[in-house]
Every structure is written in C-alpha cells, then in structure tokens.
C-alpha cells in the first residue's frame, strides 16, 4: 500500500521537476562550497588565512604522523603508577574506524558524521546512527580526515584528535591546536560525498471500515547535507485520503532550505523555496522562492532555538478560477520562521517548527504552516513519532462554482520514523 502512495507521489511530474531542479541549484552551490573549503568564518575573502598541506603526505602517511603522536600521549598514562592507570587511558589505535570515547568512560567504534550544534553524529555498529552531546564526549580520535570549522580563523581539515578542552588537527607534518570552545562544526572531508548525507522516512497508515470504508496514507521524509560550513535539507509532507474508493484528499509540500555558517550564532540563507500543491484547495502549484539570514538565539545541550526570514517571490496557478480571473499570480512576499528543539527525556525528543509568509491578497494575504513532533525513540535508528499540523491561509481562492476551501487544516499523524 506504501509503494502505491510512493508511486501516486512520484505521478506529479511538477513535484519531481521542482526537486531535481532546486537539487541542480543548492548542489552547485555546495560545489562552490567546496572549492572554496578553506575558506575562513568571519574573515574578508580577500585576506583568507588558507591552512593548507604542502607536505606532499598521502593520508595514510598523515595516519602515520598521528600514530606517532598517539604514542607518545599513551606513554604518559602507561608511565604512571599501575594503580593510578585507569582503563580509559588506554586508549585504542584508529584503524580503518573513528573512535570516540564518552565522559563515563565508554569507547565506541565507528564513523563520524558530523559535529553541529553540538550534536556529534556518530555511525557505530554497536549503537546505529546516534546523537551524542559534545558535552558528553571526552576523546576523540579519528582515521578519516576531518575538516573542523574553527571560529574566527578556517576550516581546517586533517586527523582529528580531541581530549579533555584540547583540539589537536594534523596536517601533514605539521599539527594545530585549538580550545575546544573554538570548534564550530566538523565533518569528513569532502573525498567522501556520502558521508555528508543523513535523513529520516516517516510512515503513516490509517484504514477504517464499518459504515464507511477510509483509508488515510501520509508520508513525511527529511533528507539532509551536512558539511563543516554549510546545512541542506529538503522536507516533504504528502498526504492522500479516500473514502468509500472516492479520493478525498490530495496534498504534498516540499521544503528546501540552504545554510551557511557565518558564525556560531549566524548564519545566511542564499536560498530557500517550497513547492506546495492541492487541488483540494484550488492550487495546481504553489511555488516559492528566496533568499535571508538566520540567527541562533539558544543552543545548549537539550535545547536548540533559532530564527530566520527574509524576501521571497510567490507563483501560484490555480486549478479552477471564477470567469475573468487569471489563471495563475505572481507576489512578492516575506517569510519569517523559527525552530525550537527540546530533548525532553533520553529517549523523547520535541520538536516546533513555524512558518509564516505575508503575501498580496490573490496569494492568501496571510499563511502559515505549524508542526508539533514528538519523537520516541524505540531504536537506534527506529522511532514512534507523533505529529500535529496546522495550515492556515486567510484568504483561500475561490473556485470557478464559487466554492471557497476552508482557511484551517488540521493533521494529527501517528507512525514509524526510520534513520539512515
């Protein structure tokens, strides 16, 4: 049943034209990312302090480097009084695996992901695809090479050695070491595209029979760039109903949104956009584009909250119009929007997120879109969600009979996350 809603989905051609096309768009602006990988945070790009390697090393000569390093931080625990050297200090060799090792004293084996917003994303195959707290972690000790975005200066990339409040990153024969305050972001460099990549599939399935036969399918799907300067994601959000075989509802909404990390704190937007239809509501196709900044207003260990807007330009072609009116309309508009996180419990995370956009009245005047989830973890990588949706639109158009679609919809949706 899930493969023929995915294929319904996939049948709007405008859906997939728009996500290739505004893929071709953010992913070229990735590249130019990219190249310019050593580029510094909050310096003239002019006079970029560019740390680069000229020793001629390959990485596993630079592993070499490192292991030499590691050797002589072990001789300082081994040569301790046995009964002062504890378990942890022996700390193992990275072989082919990062390792990371937790403030209780716990080493895990596995893939660094990322470091943003102080959440470390880590692929183990003891633990899956996890979120540690930067806070929690006391060592650690990469074999992929690592571009770490320091603040104030560059984004370095080389082997990545962390302990205690120290950062160390080899480059070559040379070594750079930074407080641990510094680090803004990290991520593996860019040799390795995939690993840039994460995202999370919900699933929900709602059938009722008795005096009517319903069957309600809703998908929501998060897929996500990360990279030491930079954030990409795209969001989706479709639904179909039916009622007694007669198709009731018929909606999808597909949001793309590109970071770049200015600061700790700041960050500007060069793009933003959405792709939204139902004919439900009279919209063929709904598209939004632009471009604004952001700003982080709290971000510690449980909780996350940030703002960000700027100016956009909206097309909308509707599916039916009363007699002399166009067809399709074109406004410029402002859109606001805020996110709030809160790790609640170890397993139960919330999460806000708000969108509002002004627009000229033939666009809806006034809109906004609202998400509440909770998200229940059961597994690494397997989680219960529970979302509630409001979309408001306080001046809906008109179909061509007069009919006007109601200003509020309202979801409440029940179902399986799977993160990969």
Not at 191 to 199: A, D, H, L, R, V
Not at 250 to 268: A, C, E, G, M, V
Not at 307 to 328: C, E, L, M, Q
Request: charged content about 25%; overall charge negative.
């Amino acid at each position: 049943m899930h493969l023929i809603f995915i294929m319904k989905c996939m049948g709007s051609y405008s859906l997939l034209r728009y996500f290739l096309l505004v893929c071709l768009i953010t992913l070229s602006l990735a590249a130019d990312e990219t190249v310019d990988n050593n580029s510094s945070d909050m310096v003239d790009p002019d006079t970029l302090v560019k740390v680069e390697d000229n020793s001629g090393l390959t990485e596993d000569e630079i592993r070499q480097v490192a292991k030499k390093l590691d050797k002589k931080e072990k001789k300082k625990s081994i040569n301790k009084p046995a009964y002062k050297v504890r378990w942890e200090d022996l700390s193992p060799t990275p072989i082919k695996y990062d390792w990371v090792q937790t403030t209780s004293g716990e080493w895990f084996k596995g893939e660094i992901k990322g470091l943003y917003d102080d959440k470390l994303e880590f692929d183990s195959d003891e633990v899956g695809l996890y979120f540690f707290d930067f806070d929690d972690i006391k060592q650690i000790k990469s074999y992929h090479i690592i571009s770490v975005n320091i603040e104030n200066l560059a984004s370095i990339a080389g082997i990545l050695r962390l302990k205690d409040n120290k950062v160390t990153i080899i480059q070559g024969e040379h070594k750079y070491e930074f407080s641990r305050d510094k680090v803004i972001s990290f991520a593996p460099d860019a040799e390795i595209e995939k690993n840039f990549w994460s995202g999370k599939i919900t699933l929900n399935l709602d059938i009722r029979s008795g005096n009517s036969n319903q069957a309600d399918y809703t998908a929501q799907a998060n897929l996500q760039r990360r990279t030491a300067m930079s954030h990409l994601s795209f969001d989706y959000l479709g639904r179909i109903s039916s009622k007694d075989k007669e198709e009731i509802a018929n909606d999808h909404r597909l949001n793309q949104k590109y970071d770049r990390y200015l600061t700790r704190s700041f960050f500007w937007t060069p793009l933003f956009s959405e792709y939204y239809t139902d004919k439900y509501k009279n919209i063929t196709a709904q598209i939004t584009v632009g471009a604004g900044v952001g700003y982080t207003v709290l971000n510690t260990k449980k909780t996350f909250w940030s703002f960000s807007g700027g100016p956009a330009v909206i097309y909308t072609r509707y599916t039916t119009v009363k007699k002399g009116d166009a067809p399709d309309d074109y406004s410029p508009a402002i859109e606001l929007s805020t996110k709030f996180e809160q790790e609640l419990n170890a397993i139960t995370d919330f999460t806000y997120d708000y969108k509002l956009t002004f627009s000229d009245k033939q666009a809806g005047a006034y809109k906004h879109h609202m998400i509440f989830k909770f998200e229940n973890e059961l597994l690494s990588w397997l989680d219960v969600d529970i979302t509630a949706i409001w979309d408001y639109v306080a001046n809906p158009q008109g179909e061509s009979d007069g009919v006007v679609p109601r200003k509020n919809d309202y979801q409440l949706l029940f179902g399986l996350g799977i993160e990969f």
